[in-house]
C-alpha cells in the first residue's frame, strides 16, 4: 500500500507512519510468541493491540487528509478491526489463565 501512496510530502509522512506501525505488529507478536514468561507474553500482546490502533489511526488520517479514499483502505480499516478483536480475545485469555 505505501509504494502506491502519492509522492506528496504529506503522503509519504502519513504512510511512513503506518509502514512503522503495521510492522510493529508482527514484530511485538513475534516477541509475544517467544515470551519468557506469561507477564512478558500479555506485556507484548499489549503492545501489538496498541500499534494495530496506531496503524488504523493512521489509515484514517490517510483517508480524512484527502490522500486515499475511504473505499481505498476499507480492506486494511477492516483488517485492524479484526486484529484488535483477536488481540482483545488473546489478551483476555492470558489474563484469564
Do not use: H
Amino acid at each position: 500500500m505505501f509504494s502506491t501512496l502519492p509522492k506528496t510530502t504529506e503522503a509519504q509522512v502519513l504512510g511512513k507512519q503506518l509502514l512503522r506501525s503495521g510492522t510493529s505488529i508482527g514484530a511485538n507478536y513475534r516477541e509475544a510468541f517467544r515470551a519468557r514468561s506469561k507477564a512478558e507474553f500479555i506485556a507484548k500482546c499489549g503492545d501489538s493491540l496498541r500499534e494495530i490502533e496506531e496503524s488504523a489511526y493512521w489509515l484514517e488520517l490517510l483517508v480524512e487528509s484527502g490522500v486515499v479514499s475511504v473505499e481505498k483502505l476499507a480492506p486494511l480499516r477492516q483488517e485492524c478491526e479484526e486484529l484488535t478483536a483477536i488481540f482483545v480475545t488473546i489478551l483476555k485469555r492470558a489474563k484469564t489463565s
